[in-house]
T-cell receptor, first 112, second 114 residues
Framework: SQQGEEDPQALSIQEGENATMNCSYKTSINNLQWYRQNSGRGLVHLILIRSNEREKHSGRLRVTLDTSKKSSSLLITASRAADTASYFCATVSTGGGNKLTFGTGTQLKVEL | DAGVIQSPRHEVTEMGQEVTLRCKPI?????LFWYRQTMMRGLELLIY????????DSGMPEDRFSAKMPNASFSTLKIQPSEPRDSAVYFC????????????FGEGSRLTVL
């Protein structure tokens, strides 16, 4: 079953604009991770945020986490055509062992 | 580092045939995961191993599915007999023993069962 639900399911923006994707989850977590998947490829880890953190940055990526609302957001600033991909949030649940459960994903298209 | 290596990349087979998917994790990684990805169900965890031992196989859909990890550098996922609804992309992923759990994915095996 899906732990996380991403919103929106699809997003189309122009190059240079910012892209924001949201993720909601259901259980208490140890950490939340974001992954990118280019078409026909495997998933690639982007960034991890721990349950006791509220915000984290990595290059053009900014992730926030609100454990009270069980939600996270991924912001990609100054988007590029190469950012076109699907983005997934994934959670490690408290007491869930070592399982990483993925959300449904957001398809991002960045147009020139 | 070569990354997680999966084979075959593409497999087309007929219903009832046996399918074997293979995975070589990154050297030194203690955990290995098998996921299945479909449009309808997204990414589903099938099974994962720690130090070659199966820890949680609750995601394996039926007895037709089996997975083994005979050593630290090799794992197989077998479907016997295969059915059209097994058509999906199967991913293998591995990671080190750590509290955070960043996964490294292979490129996947796309299975089509006719």
């Amino acid at each position: 079953s899906q732990q996380g639900e991403e919103d929106p399911q699809a997003l189309s923006i122009q190059e240079g604009e910012n892209a924001t994707m949201n993720c909601s989850y259901k259980t208490s977590i140890n950490n939340l991770q974001w992954y990118r998947q280019n078409s026909g490829r495997g998933l690639v880890h982007l960034i991890l945020i721990r349950s006791n953190e509220r915000e984290k940055h990595s290059g053009r990526l900014r992730v926030t986490l609100d454990t009270s609302k069980k939600s996270s957001s991924l912001l990609i600033t100054a988007s590029r055509a190469a950012d076109t991909a699907s983005y997934f949030c994934a959670t490690v649940s408290t007491g869930g062992g070592n399982k990483l459960t993925f959300g449904t994903g957001t398809q991002l298209k960045v147009e020139l | 580092d070569a990354g997680v290596i999966q084979s075959p990349r593409h497999e087309v087979t007929e219903m009832g045939q046996e399918v074997t998917l293979r995975c070589k994790p990154i050297s030194g990684h203690d955990y290995l995961f098998w996921y299945r990805q479909t449009m309808m169900r997204g990414l589903e965890l099938l099974i994962y191993f720690n130090n070659n031992v199966p820890i949680d196989d609750s995601g394996m859909p039926e007895d037709r599915f089996s997975a083994k990890m005979p050593n630290a550098s090799f794992s197989t996922l077998k479907i016997q007999p295969s059915e059209p609804r097994d058509s999906a992309v199967y991913f293998c992923a591995s990671r080190r023993e750590s509290k955070t759990g960043e996964l490294f994915f292979g490129e996947g095996s796309r299975l089509t069962v006719l």
